[in-house]
């Protein structure tokens, strides 16, 4: 999705009030600003970002971490809406649904390899 933050953001930490923009390319790889807030902040727990301005109508993630006997679960809720009316809700049909699927199987992907390679290799 070329999803690239461009604020200076990183290696800070994540705080309540928090701004961080990027630079998404959901569609034929035309470039599209992207501003999110960070609403709520529970240290080691949880936190919410919202989208300011985007590509969504509506746009609010919910991260938690959650401890368990293998480490910790990251879960993440998503509620959104596309813009557009009908035309939204065929794009999700046809290839949002997807994409939003492909990168959080990615992300996943990435966690997995980064933090569970003793468990591949033993």
């Known amino acids: 999705m070329g999803f690239v933050v461009v ?16 630079l998404v390319s959901p569609i034929f790889k035309i470039p599209l600003k992207w501003k999110t807030r960070i609403t709520q902040v529970e240290k080691y727990v949880s936190f919410t970002d919202f989208q ?18 293998d480490g910790v ?14 035309l939204g809700t065929i794009a999700h049909g046809i290839f949002v649904k997807r994409k939003l699927a492909s990168i959080f199987d990615y992300r996943y992907q990435v966690l997995e390899d980064l933090f569970n390679q003793s468990k591949s290799t033993s």
């Open 73 to 86: 679960l990251m879960k993440d809720t998503v509620d959104y809406e596309l813009p557009l009316g009908i």
């Open 52 to 69: 300011e301005k985007g590509p969504y109508k509506y746009w609010n993630h919910f991260h938690e971490f959650i401890p368990n006997e």
């Open 7 to 22: 604020s200076d953001s990183q290696g800070h930490e994540i705080a309540e009030g928090m701004t961080i923009e990027y």
